[in-house]
């Protein structure tokens, strides 16, 4: 799973639209658990698995941390979590012995996903089937019901929202030359939107708007006491 990267590189360049028909899905996966296998640090989560976690699992990051299932990672300069690969066979730590997984309802974003893609284009967001990444043979399915994913409107509008944070405070952290200021923001940052425990019988997108927003005001504040 690439994060940024070349279209025409990693897809045959056809793009879908959630109503579009795809050829998807791997019907069960027949005991492949290849994606599940030396990701690395690629299956980064954003602050939507975070809360989904917490409402399946009923943990929260540090729990995770300490368990070993998530690890943190750096991403352009910003401290994001990721899916914990374990082990010398580096497999996901869910992944069950029997190769399925073993917290399926409640996986996290780039696993509902895969073997798709995403591309952020402007205001939308588009699909497409990534090369080389899952050799199995592979039906058609509408793009909406391979995400399995509630109010997906809603959260693909997180989404683009999501990747704009992302893109700014990436900007923002890499203009920042003292690297123990560049730590304390990173950790704010990871406290706002990741370590703070979510309420996970309360809606998503209300807490994560109310988060956005304090993150802003906080920035704001930090960013006119820098500069002055
Ligand atoms: S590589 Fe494809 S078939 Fe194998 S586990 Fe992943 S999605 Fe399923
Ligand atoms: S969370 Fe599940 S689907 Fe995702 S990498 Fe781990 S075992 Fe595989």
Same mark, same amino acid.
């Given at each position: 799973?690439?994060?940024?990267?070349?279209?025409? /590189?990693?897809?045959?360049?056809?793009?879908?639209?959630?109503?579009?028909? +795809?050829?998807?899905?791997?019907?069960?996966?027949? %005991?492949?658990?290849?994606?599940?296998?030396?990701?690395?640090?690629?299956?980064? =989560?954003?602050?939507?698995? !975070? @809360?989904?976690?917490?409402?399946?699992?009923?943990?929260?990051?540090?729990?995770?941390?300490? /368990?070993?299932?998530?690890?943190?990672?750096? +991403?352009?300069?910003? !401290?994001?979590p990721h899916m914990a690969m374990v082990g010398e066979e580096e497999r996901c730590f869910f =992944?069950?012995?029997?190769?399925?997984?073993?917290?399926?309802? @409640?996986?996290?974003?780039?696993?509902?996903?895969?073997?798709?893609?995403?591309?952020?284009?402007?205001?939308?967001?588009?699909?497409?089937?990534?090369?080389?990444?899952?050799?199995?043979?592979?039906?058609?399915?509408?793009?909406?019901?391979?995400?399995?994913?509630?109010?997906?409107?809603?959260?693909?509008?997180? =989404?683009?929202?999501?990747?704009? !944070?992302?893109?700014?405070?990436?900007?923002?952290?890499?203009?920042? /030359?003292? !690297?123990?200021?560049?730590?304390?923001?990173?950790?704010?940052? =990871?406290?706002?939107?990741?370590?703070?425990?979510?309420? @996970?019988?309360?809606?998503?997108?209300?807490?994560?708007?109310?988060?956005?927003?304090?993150? %802003?005001? @906080?920035?704001?504040?930090?960013?006119?006491?820098?500069?002055?």
């Amino acid at each position: 799973m690439k994060r940024f990267a070349n279209l025409e /590189e990693i897809s045959d360049g056809k793009l879908y639209q959630t109503r579009d028909m +795809v050829k998807a899905d791997c019907l069960g996966c027949k %005991n492949c658990s290849k994606c599940c296998h030396g990701m690395g640090d690629t299956i980064t =989560l954003d602050p939507y698995d !975070i @809360w989904r976690f917490r409402k399946g699992l009923h943990k929260e990051l540090r729990d995770f941390l300490e /368990e070993g299932s998530v690890a943190l990672g750096v +991403v352009d300069g910003v !401290i994001l979590p990721h899916m914990a690969m374990v082990g010398e066979e580096e497999r996901c730590f869910f =992944l069950t012995d029997e190769g399925w997984c073993g917290i399926h309802p @409640w996986r996290s974003g780039l696993c509902r996903l895969f073997p798709l893609g995403r591309c952020y284009e402007g205001d939308r967001l588009q699909y497409f089937v990534q090369r080389g990444e899952c050799e199995q043979p592979k039906v058609k399915v509408k793009v909406e019901k391979w995400l399995d994913t509630p109010q997906l409107q809603q959260y693909e509008g997180f =989404l683009l929202e999501w990747r704009n !944070i992302l893109n700014q405070t990436i900007e923002q952290f890499g203009r920042l /030359e003292d !690297i123990e200021l560049q730590r304390e923001w990173n950790l704010r940052f =990871l406290s706002c939107f990741f370590a703070t425990p979510y309420e @996970w019988e309360a809606d998503f997108y209300e807490q994560f708007a109310q988060r956005r927003t304090l993150w %802003n005001s @906080w920035n704001e504040r930090e960013h006119k006491a820098t500069e002055g």
